[in-house]
């Protein structure tokens, strides 16, 4: 059914999807070359309207040349009475207020004139920072324009408006044409809504931003208010043509315009975002994949009923080897038919058989692996006995005691022959006490009267058999512990049998104990499944698991401790004569 369903996939929804997707691109790019020759029309025809309206404001000037009266105030001195100065203050300012604030242009803020260290202001609200004693940039009666007009941004001078209206300011020479001198400098702030006049064929398109800059970035009119007077900081990734260009960050996918001014260093810019640009088309792209999404899931539940017929006996074969996995063999799948799935449900049931045959075969395959385990078990003991072995005989040759030394080298041969002979696997009882006499021999002779150790035969050692290295690795344990504890270590070992045949080694020591929790985490160790990964670092639970690998979980090592009282590890193995030694498998429990 996944395959049908893959299948269907690959041949209608995909190669659907994607001639969707190419052609939404297609028509969205259609949309933004067709915007993007639009924009720049309107953009030249909105340069020639600004230009035409500062052609206008740079006129305005001229005005003043019309009153006699003024310009004899300008030749005037500044040095003459007082009455005289607020005489000609008032006529030169009601003349600026009749002129120019209340002569019908709405876009001109404030009028000023600076002639001869003297002020004339006329504007429609309050203003500051424009007076004879501030630094109000380097201009003034004397400075000379060579007959141009100059225009000023508001960040380039100290003047601010009430309610900061955003203004630019054309600065102009006053000239006396008769007498050849300079009467002073006109200043006009005219308020940046002309140039809203100008774009207003732009700003219809309520979700684009119109915006002018100067050379360095910084923009003059903006349809943000609260941008004019910024940097765009972005200013100099623009491409330098006039046109349009699209921009790639994720963030801010948009479409921009730009046309240089031509009597300016100014630029003019259109931006538009491009989902905006797209909304009806991802309005019908939405409403297509809507349609879409619901013929595929009617012509998926259509496919799913056809392919329910082929499919069901291929979910029958898949829950049945389920619990083949789960280890039930006994499991038949009757199909009658003769197509593919019914050869398939024939080889099936042949499998089923045929594997639960092979388990029989090879449970004694699965006894050797478990033979395996025993002898890596026994290789980590090794080391470690020789290692400490090894030792003594060290601390024998430090001493120079000849008779020692060759005493000690020759219960360490018996010793490594016993340890070479990695053959047997059992040996008798006999022998692990004759092996752990020869190792407790050799660590009194080195710790002197520091140990002492007794053995206690209850039994015929020589007629029964034991696990090989059993001994060894718990003896180490109470030697170690207890000779870090007290001065004399005594270690006691006991073989009896018990009625149930059972054989019981039983080791004490005087060593310091353990603590109480940890008792109980060996002891949970020990009660684990012996058939599980063991830490090798730990040599009474491999002991453990040997015994318990060999004979069954019932029989192993049993731990009782107390704090400062010393250690009794008992070690519990059924009765095994030589007769049953070759019977031993590693696994089968002994009765």
């Known amino acids: 059914m996944t395959k049908l369903m893959i299948t269907y996939i690959l041949l209608t929804v995909i190669p659907i999807s994607i001639l969707g997707y190419i052609a939404y691109n297609q028509y969205t790019r259609s949309i933004e070359e067709q915007v993007g020759e639009y924009i720049p029309k309107l953009l030249e025809q909105a340069n020639e309207n600004i230009d035409n309206q500062l052609s206008e404001i740079k006129q305005l000037p001229d005005a003043l040349y019309n009153s006699s009266q003024v310009i004899e105030v300008l030749r ?14 008032f006529l030169v300012n009601s003349y600026l207020s009749r002129t120019y604030i209340n ?38 009666q004397d400075i000379d324009l060579n007959g141009k007009e100059e225009i000023i941004l508001p960040y380039q001078t100290n003047l601010k408006f009430k309610d900061k209206q955003p203004f630019i300011l054309l600065m102009r020479q006053l000239r006396d044409y008769e007498n050849q001198e ?49 940097i765009d900081k972005k200013y100099e990734s623009y491409p330098t043509i006039n046109g349009s260009f699209r ?50 899931f009617i012509s998926i539940i259509i496919s799913i009923i056809l392919a329910w017929n082929v499919s069901n006996p291929l979910n029958r074969l898949t829950r ?28 099936f049931n042949s499998m089923t058989q045929e594997i639960n045959q092979l388990i029989k075969k090879n449970y004694k395959i699965e006894l050797r692996q478990k033979n395996a385990e025993l002898y890596a078990l026994q290789s980590q003991i090794n080391p470690h006995f020789m290692y400490n072995t090894l030792e003594t005989i060290g601390y024998a040759v430090e001493e120079e005691e000849t ?5 000690i080298i020759t219960l360490l041969g018996r010793m490594l022959r016993y340890s070479l002979n990695n053959k047997d696997r059992v040996v008798p009882i006999s022998f692990e006490v004759m092996h752990i006499n020869n190792y407790l021999t050799i660590q009194k002779f080195r710790f002197e009267d ?21 001994l060894q690795p718990i003896i180490e344990n109470s030697i170690k512990y207890g000779l870090d504890q007290h001065e004399k270590c005594l270690i006691d070992i006991f073989v009896h049998k018990t009625k149930e045949k059972e054989i019981v080694l039983t080791i004490k020591d005087n060593g310091p104990g353990i603590d109480e929790k940890v008792l109980e985490k060996l002891n949970a160790s020990l009660r684990k499944d012996p058939m599980a990964g063991r830490d090798s670092s730990f040599g ?42 070759d019977g031993l498998s590693g696994g089968e429990e002994i009765a």
Not at 76 to 89: A, I, M, R, T, V
Not at 283 to 291: H, Q
Request: hydrophobic share 40%; proline share 2%.
């Open 450 to 470: 520091r140990i002492h150790f007794e053995i206690h035969e209850e039994m015929d050692t020589h007629q029964y058999y034991m696990p090989k290295f059993i």
């Open 76 to 89: 005037k001195d500044s040095f003459q009475s007082k009455s005289n100065l607020l005489k000609d203050e």
């Open 320 to 347: 049945l080897m389920k619990q083949v996995e789960r280890g039930n063999f006994n499991v038949d799948l009757s199909i009658d038919s003769k197509d593919e799935v019914g050869i398939l449900a024939k080889s």
């Open 103 to 140: 002569g019908g242009n709405s876009d001109i803020l404030g009028v000023f004139l600076i002639s001869k260290n003297r002020l004339f202001t006329s504007a429609k609200t309050s203003f500051s920072g424009l007076e004879l004693e501030s630094s109000f940039l380097p201009y003034g």
């Open 247 to 296: 921009t790639t960050s994720l963030d801010d996918n948009h479409l921009i315009s730009a046309e240089d001014f031509q009597h300016s260093d100014w630029r003019i810019f259109h931006s538009i975002a491009l989902s905006d640009l797209t909304k009806e088309t991802d309005a019908v792209r939405n409403g297509t994949i809507i349609a879409f999404i619901l013929v595929v």
């Open 540 to 581: 009474l639970i491999n002991v453990h698991a040997r015994i318990a690998m060999i004979f069954g979980e019932r029989y192993g090592l049993k731990v009782n401790s107390k704090n400062n009282e010393g250690t009794e590890v008992t070690i519990k193995f059924p009765m095994v004569t030589g007769d049953a030694v």
């Open 182 to 230: 300079n009467l002073g400098t006109m200043l006009i702030a005219i308020d940046l809504s002309f140039f809203e006049k100008a774009l207003i064929n732009l700003s219809e398109e309520k979700d684009s931003n119109i915006w002018i800059a100067d050379s360095d970035g910084r923009i003059i009119y903006h349809t943000n208010p609260s941008s004019i007077g910024e």
């Open 403 to 407: 008779e020692s030394v060759v005493k």
